[in-house]
């Protein structure tokens, strides 16, 4: 009799809004995928969304792309319930629920996950602190600059918490706890550590890669399409306030960083990378092709054209995302719905800061047990 030993692959669902999809929702997903052996993401409909939270940033049809495009998610579930169901894990064949170690309500104040808590079908990862989508929308609205990385004099989400919160009360201990504190191991945690395979083609493009928005992904997507490994030059923050001017870039070298280690296009991140494109930086990776997107190039300090280079060795090419978009436009998008997005802002703090004070004093009294939480109790 031939006995069957393969073992049954673990199934995990995760689930949420993934609005502005930064390096905080990317490392929610790597921690769910190693929890198990394949990563479905729920992710919610605009719909749902102002239901229950206000407004979302990007639109539902950028958000599902995006999630797809974080490298440990398997599948993407559009238009999921906001409430995870116990049917909505069975439809998908999923053993649990996974979601960071924070209380999400819904409009009429019960935890998203009471469900599958109370079927014991639920897990938890460690939310990671010093970034959110308020974080940065505050960062745009108040046009701050201490997230930036030569700005020792503050600490990054300070400045936009005491402006945005009224009171002590607002303050919320996940959307707004500390700032984000980049660790090699973090880096280590979203590189892939591949190098190169001989005769891979290797093609390096250089910007801001500020705010990862979907026009900056579907020119990655295409730039993938040039080679075998990618490499992604990410100049540093003064270079780029030189060239964007304002408050820009909105998210600093580190986050810029995690946010586009967590591509799936992208194999390589040179963090730091010199604004000009020189011929020692091509030896140094063996680059083969060097890529620019449709937008314009800004000259160097000198005047000079940081492409000079590559386009003198014949290995410069322009790759058209067709996507107009820019991180200007999600800057505008805010600042066009500033009122909605501060009143979105301030109700899920003051929401936060209360459920907060329920669940801690839950967890002291049962701390190893995933309980409901209900604001209206
Ligand atoms: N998440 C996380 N770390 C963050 C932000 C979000 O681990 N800094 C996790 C959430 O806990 C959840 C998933 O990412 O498991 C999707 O989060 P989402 O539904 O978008 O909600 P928010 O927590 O509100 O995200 P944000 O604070 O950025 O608005
Ligand atoms: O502006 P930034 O430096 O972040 O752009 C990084 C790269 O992405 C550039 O090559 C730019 O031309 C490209 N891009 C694109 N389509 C967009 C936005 C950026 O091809 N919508």
């Given at each position: 009799?031939?006995?069957n030993?393969a073992?049954?692959?673990?199934r995990?669902?995760t689930?949420?809004c993934?609005?502005m999809?930064?390096?905080g ?5 790597r ?14 409909s ?19 792309k995006?999630v ?11 238009s999921?319930p906001?409430?995870?169901?116990i049917?909505?894990l069975?439809t998908?064949n ?12 819904t409009?009429e ?6 469900l599958?808590?109370?079927?014991k079908r639920?897990r ?5 602190q ?5 974080d ?11 997230h ?6 503050k600490?990054?989400?300070a400045?936009t918490a ?6 002590n009360?607002?303050f919320?201990?996940w959307?707004r706890?500390c700032?984000?504190?980049a ?9 892939d550590?591949?190098e190169?395979?001989p005769g ?6 250089a ?9 900056l992904?579907?020119f990655?997507?295409k730039v993938k399409k040039?080679?075998?490994?990618i490499?992604?030059?990410l100049?540093t923050d003064?270079?780029?306030?030189r060239y964007k001017?304002s408050?820009?870039p909105?998210?600093?070298l580190?986050?810029r960083t ?6 799936r296009?992208v ?14 930086l091509?030896?140094h ?14 000259p160097?300090v ?6 000079e280079e ?8 322009v790759?058209?995302s067709d996507n ?9 998008r ?7 997005y501060e009143k ?12 907060f004070q329920?669940?801690?004093e839950m967890k002291?009294k ?10 209206n109790?």
């Amino acid at each position: 009799m031939t006995q069957n030993n393969a073992k049954k692959p673990i199934r995990v669902w995760t689930d949420g809004c993934f609005d502005m999809v930064h390096f905080g929702h990317a490392n929610a997903c790597r921690q769910a995928k190693a929890l198990g052996d394949y990563l479905i993401v729920g992710v919610h409909s605009d719909e749902e969304i102002c239901k229950h939270k206000g407004p979302p940033v990007y639109n539902e049809q950028e958000r599902y792309k995006m999630v797809r495009a974080i490298k440990w998610v398997d599948e993407v579930v559009e238009s999921a319930p906001y409430v995870t169901t116990i049917d909505t894990l069975d439809t998908y064949n999923c053993d649990f629920c996974v979601h960071g170690d924070d209380i999400t309500l819904t409009s009429e104040g019960i935890d998203t996950y009471h469900l599958v808590k109370e079927h014991k079908r639920y897990r938890e990862v460690k939310r990671t602190q010093g970034v959110s989508t308020t974080d940065l929308v505050g960062r745009m609205l108040l046009l701050t600059k201490s997230h930036h990385e030569n700005d020792e004099s503050k600490l990054p989400c300070a400045e936009t918490a005491k402006d945005l919160s009224t009171s002590n009360e607002t303050f919320s201990p996940w959307t707004r706890s500390c700032q984000f504190l980049a660790t090699t191991n973090k880096i280590i945690q979203f590189s892939d550590g591949r190098e190169p395979r001989p005769g891979d083609r290797v093609v390096y493009t250089a910007g801001a890669f500020d705010l990862f928005h979907i026009g900056l992904l579907e020119f990655l997507e295409k730039v993938k399409k040039e080679g075998d490994y990618i490499i992604v030059g990410l100049h540093t923050d003064p270079v780029v306030n030189r060239y964007k001017g304002s408050n820009y870039p909105i998210m600093n070298l580190h986050e810029r960083t995690l946010s586009v280690l967590a591509c799936r296009y992208v194999d390589e991140v040179v963090i730091g990378a010199p604004y000009k494109v020189t011929k020692e930086l091509l030896e140094h990776f063996k680059v083969d092709l060097v890529v620019h997107g449709h937008t314009q190039v800004a000259p160097d300090v000198d005047g000079s054209d940081p492409y000079e280079e590559p386009k003198k060795q014949g290995k410069f090419k322009v790759v058209d995302s067709d996507n107009k978009l820019t991180t200007a436009d999600i800057v505008e998008r805010i600042i066009a719905h500033k009122l909605d997005y501060e009143k979105r802002n301030r109700e899920k703090e003051l929401k936060e800061a209360k459920v907060f004070q329920i669940h801690s004093e839950m967890k002291k009294k049962e701390p190893n047990q995933y309980k409901a939480v209900n604001l209206n109790q």
